[in-house]
Every structure is written in structure tokens, then in C-alpha cells.
């Protein structure tokens, strides 16, 4: 028997009603073709035209017309608190490492080598278990690294060349 499919997904707020849910992990939600299995034992092919980085909220659409919920996975992580959150976070950034922002916190993947760093400039730094919902790259959706050099941000480093 062939597999349901999704060549398409629709970001958080483009749609409603799903149909069940998928719970992925940040690195898991990072794909272009992969067989998942949601919530309720469904299992389905994700065929997608380009590797994507979908996030909580998202949906996969299936060719039978179903909606498939992405819901954040709960994953080792590390809380990030201090007294000058500014600039850890700066320190987080410029690693290029994939950040969450909460109100009183930071919350990245966990790591002993950036926690060591972390550490000596005066964070303080606890693991925990919890949904990952990073920011996303400065040219809208998609991963802090790696992001896409396309047309529009072509034109930006040409008319910062420019002057």
C-alpha cells in the first residue's frame, strides 16, 4: 500500500483544523523528504521541492487533502539567565547557534563547549527538557545559519558595496 503524501505545507496562521499532529524536534524539523508518523499511528511521506525549515505551528498537507499539525518536540536544552541577558545573547549570536527568546532567558541546544563559554562571561546555565521554538533567520522564515543568499539579499550587499 503506498504511503499518504505532502508536497506542500502552510505556515502557522494559513491555516486550520487539523486532522492529527507530528511532534519533531528543531534538527527534525529541517527536511525535504522523510516518512513520519503522527500522533494518532498515521504514517506519511513528506516529498517536499525543497529541504525547509518548518516550525511549531505549521502544517503538512497530505494529498488526500488532511492537515498534519507540526508540533514542537521536547529536547535537551539549556536555560540561559544573568544579569546582562543583552549581552550573552550577543555571545549566543555570534556563534550562530540557534536561540530561543523568552522575556527572562535564553534557551539553546545544549552544548558543553558554549555552555563553558557562557559560564565564564557570567551566565548561569541550567539543562531542562522542553519544546525548542528558535528565532528564525533574518530574512523571514527558515534557520539562523545557512540562510539563503537569493536574489533580494544579493542586493543588499551590492548597494552596501556601492557606496
Request: with cysteine.
Amino acid at each position: 500500500m503506498e504511503l499518504p503524501f505532502s508536497q506542500q505545507f502552510h505556515r502557522q496562521g494559513q491555516w486550520s483544523g487539523a486532522d492529527d499532529s507530528v511532534q519533531l524536534t528543531y534538527d527534525a524539523r529541517f527536511l525535504r523528504r522523510k516518512a513520519l508518523t503522527t500522533a494518532g499511528g498515521l504514517r506519511f511521506l513528506v516529498d517536499l521541492a525543497h529541504t525547509s525549515s518548518l516550525n511549531d505551528g505549521d502544517a503538512f498537507e497530505l494529498n488526500d487533502g488532511c492537515l498534519i499539525a507540526v508540533v514542537a518536540a521536547k529536547e535537551e536544552l539549556l536555560a540561559v539567565t544573568g544579569p546582562n541577558l543583552h549581552r550573552i545573547a550577543w555571545h549566543i549570536g555570534n556563534r550562530h547557534t540557534p536561540c530561543q527568546m523568552d522575556p527572562d532567558r535564553l534557551l539553546i541546544q545544549r552544548d558543553r563547549v558554549i555552555r563553558d563559554m557562557l559560564e565564564r562571561i557570567g551566565a548561569e546555565v541550567s539543562e531542562i527538557v522542553e519544546p525548542f521554538r528558535p528565532e528564525g533567520g533574518a530574512y523571514g522564515h527558515g534557520r539562523t545559519h545557512g540562510h539563503d543568499h537569493g536574489h533580494t539579499h544579493e542586493h543588499i550587499h551590492e548597494r552596501a558595496h556601492a557606496k
